[in-house]
């Protein structure tokens, strides 16, 4: 069973600037991709980006493009999102996931974590 920690988020104003940090359990971190998505109150999850288990390939939304940076320590078993530029509309809570290659889909999730963008 894999378990999935998100931290970072808080308050912050529009044109700034969080990290958000999902650490993993299990030993076999490094043999899965990761990502990001978003759910804002009355909005359907929307994914964010994605990173290949070794984070030579990763990939974006429309909307993180040029402002958002995935990436990953396989050593921490941690999946980093670097979030700059920031504005009101990326109010959300953010959650990390698992991709299984095996059933094709995100497997596990974290519990999210609040980001709140003031303008």
């Known amino acids: 069973q894999v378990q999935l920690v998100e931290s970072g988020g808080g308050l912050v104003q529009a044109g700034g600037s969080l990290r958000l940090s999902c650490a993993a359990s299990?030993?076999?971190?490094?043999?899965?991709?990761m990502g990001w998505f978003r759910q804002a109150p009355g909005k359907e999850r929307e994914f964010v980006a994605r990173?290949?288990?070794?984070?030579?390939?990763?990939d974006y939304a429309d909307s993180a493009k040029g402002r958002f940076t995935i990436s990953r320590d396989n050593t921490k078993n941690t999946v980093y999102l670097q979030m700059s530029s920031l504005k009101p509309e990326d109010t959300a809570t953010y959650y990390c996931?698992?991709?299984?290659?095996?059933?094709?889909?995100?497997?596990?999730w974290g519990q999210g974590t609040q980001v709140t963008v003031s303008s």
């Open positions: 996931a698992l991709y299984r290659t095996f059933t094709g889909r995100y497997d596990y």
């Open positions: 990173i290949n288990p070794s984070g030579t390939s990763t």
């Open positions: 299990g030993r076999t971190f490094s043999t899965y991709a």
